[in-house]
């Protein structure tokens, strides 16, 4: 698409919404700067009485700032810099996506409902609805005191809609773009809600910054995945959520080196299934919940070229169980739980690669209101972890405090212990009997973060919250260089990793029309291998994160503009070039929402509008260029 097309369509949405803009709002949607969260201390609370650091994404923003998908809603929020291998998450079998906070990879929980996703270290999202999107929660800082391993930089709860006495209705809806399509349908009843969905991905020739991000020209043919989604109400305190995902997409490339014999082409068709199921229970007056959760996902690779299935073909699933009571003691109030999760992987190539590993955890979080404006919360949590290479017994505290100023301003403080396993695919890609490869000798990551912050409101209208954090871990997981004998990558302990940042967040209602936002970080995210005689800090992530959006409402538009900014961010890790630094991150997105009638509405989303070239990882894939994406829904 040429630049006079872009700055058409530009100008037409701008055009829409100016040609509504005098119409009053009249839709009765209410906007709240101090949103109920559930997830930090496992009880609901109001975010200003939160000690933690909460971002808190509803199914409002993801209509209105038009994220493709849950990857795409998380990825946008300050604090969030996650990996991709193309748009909005896009994998390549187990190259998966995965939620990286504040510069610590693969150290982020992700959750549905409360059942954790993660498989083998990663969570790709690329199985959940958006339309099934009630809230996501985003939980910076420590949070494996009630959730465990995984949890060392932060924690995501996916949250999913539930069907609603009084409710019932059919919505079509059907999307065309540059480089996406999809359709499909949703029903919404008293006691039931399910979404079916079928989309479409376009070709690209070239997915990656050859010559300067990758030594490899690769490119991405066509893929279509089939989405199925359930929310079932089985009684007032039992609900029942399925989501599953069936597709297959198809990487190719051609590595280019300084002899022939270095030289190679790569052509896979990866075959993707996964599904994530589970019963929630939330009894109204007894103070337990409980969770009983399955995650499975099945990666098929085929190298075409040798018509052979690639190495990385497995078998991922888990079980999960949760239990948890609340007592109330007057103002005070103590929870206590027990967690199981059994993990199984098994490669579909090499018969020797089939193992699990059992977790068990209890787990108790007490807090004390010691007056009106002051209290505090004490966590511990005891797991025993039964691995096939080497058992743990861990132990992670955790301390938070806060201080009501007054009733709109609150001063926290939240420090917690973080542990993290091996995960099972960075085990076997090493290579048993080569010097120095022994699977035993991945050490666990652990450490601590330290946070303190202020939230802030201003008469409902205006709300404004700042945080200073330190993370100290130690034997973070990374990537070594190409072993010489095996010609692979195997996974190692990097070395030690350490950050300190400051965010500010800022939000403001103008009037019944018009609010926006701003957010802005500063960190310095660095690794030092300590193994290596004089070995100095590095710079392991970006340092400056920022967010902007402005939205307008009115009875027939809703039009969003928002930003998200990655600067000075880290080296290339697959190919260095003379200028090793990643090139900063930049994408704006446009989305307006048209009510034609009641039933009926029509979206036009422009994403990447200044067609910025993206990185979406440090190995050289790119997002998408400059897209384009127009929707229509009607509701029966």
């Known amino acids: 698409m040429n630049n006079k097309m872009k700055v058409l369509m530009a100008s037409s949405a701008l055009t829409l919404a100016g040609t509504w803009g005098a119409a009053a709002w009249a839709q009765g949607e209410v906007y709240t700067l101090n949103p109920v969260v559930v997830t930090a201390q496992r009880v609901e609370k109001k975010d200003l009485d939160t000690p933690a650091n909460v971002e808190v994404v509803t199914a ?78 985003v939980v910076k800082g420590a949070a494996g005191t009630l959730y465990g391993a995984e949890a060392m930089g932060g924690l995501v709860n996916i949250i999913t809609k539930t069907p609603e006495e009084g409710k019932e209705h059919v919505t079509v809806k059907g999307t065309a773009g540059n480089y996406y399509n999809d359709y499909g349908i949703m029903y919404i009843g008293p006691r039931m809600i399910v979404d079916l969905k079928r989309s479409f991905d376009d070709r690209r020739t070239h997915s990656n910054d050859y010559g300067a991000g990758s030594d490899t020209d690769w490119w991405v043919g066509k893929s279509q995945s089939n989405q199925a989604a359930i929310a079932a109400k089985l009684t007032d305190d ?8 069936e597709g297959d997409i198809t990487r190719g490339g051609h590595k280019y080196g300084k002899t022939a014999k270095l030289s190679k082409d790569y052509n896979y068709v990866y075959d993707d299934k996964r599904m994530t199921a589970g019963f929630n229970y939330a009894g109204k007056d007894n103070g337990v919940k409980a969770v009983l959760g399955y995650n499975y996902r099945s990666v ?10 690639v190495d990385s073909s497995a078998n991922l699933s888990s079980y999960i169980g949760d239990i948890q009571k609340t007592w109330e003691f007057g103002e005070d109030s103590l929870t206590a739980g027990y967690t199981f999760k059994r993990e199984n992987y098994e490669n579909v190539v090499r018969d020797n690669q089939n193992v699990h590993r059992m977790n068990h955890a209890l787990y108790l979080s007490y807090t004390d209101v010691f007056s009106p404006k002051f209290s505090a919360t004490i966590g511990l949590r005891g797991e025993r972890i039964l691995d096939p290479f080497k058992n743990q017994n861990v132990f992670t505290p ?27 695919s960075s085990i076997f890609y090493r290579k048993p009997g080569s010097k120095g490869l022994n699977p035993q000798n991945l050490k666990p990551e652990k450490g601590w973060t330290y946070e303190t912050g202020i939230k802030k409101e201003f008469n409902d209208n205006q709300s404004f919250k700042v945080s200073i954090y330190y993370m100290d871990f130690k034997n973070k997981f990374g990537w070594s260089n190409v072993d010489p004998q095996s010609g692979l990558q195997y996974a190692e302990n990097k070395g030690n990793f350490r950050n300190t940042g400051v965010e500010f ?63 000075d961010r880290e080296d290339y890790t697959s190919r260095p070039s003379k200028d090793k630094q990643i090139p900063s991150l930049s994408r704006v997105t446009w989305n307006t929402i048209y009510d034609v009638t009641k039933n009926d509405s029509v979206t036009v989303t422009l994403n990447n509008l200044f067609d910025h070239k993206n990185y979406s990882n440090r190995y050289g894939n790119l997002d998408l260029p400059y897209n384009w994406r127009i929707s229509y829904s009607h509701k029966f």
């Open 505 to 567: 967040a800022y939000e403001r209602k103008l009037n019944s029309h018009w609010n926006y936002a701003l957010g802005f970080g500063f960190s310095n995210p660095e690794i030092k291998d300590v193994s290596q005689k004089n070995a100095h800090w590095i710079q392991d992530s970006s340092r400056i994160d920022g967010v902007m959006s402005l939205t307008y409402r009115s009875d027939k538009v809703r039009s969003t503009l928002s930003w998200k900014y990655l600067g």
């Open 398 to 424: 955790q301390i938070q405090t806060l201080y009501k100023i007054n009733d709109s301003t609150s001063w926290y403080i939240d420090v917690g212990r973080g542990f993290q396993m091996p995960s099972f």
């Open 300 to 309: 098929r690779g085929t190298d075409r070229l040798k018509n052979e299935r």
């Open 60 to 137: 409002k923003d993801i209509e209105e700032k038009g994220y493709k998908n849950a990857f795409d809603a998380i990825q946008s929020q300050l604090g969030v810099e996650s990996t991709g291998y193309g748009d909005a998450g896009q994998d390549f079998g187990l190259s998966s996506g995965r939620t990286v906070v504040r510069g610590f990879d693969r150290g982020t929980l992700v959750m549905v409902n409360g059942i954790p996703m993660n498989l083998t270290g990663y969570n790709s999202l690329k199985g959940i609805p958006e339309e099934m999107i009630e809230k996501v929660e």
């Open 238 to 245: 039992i609900g029942f959520n399925m989501m599953y995902q």
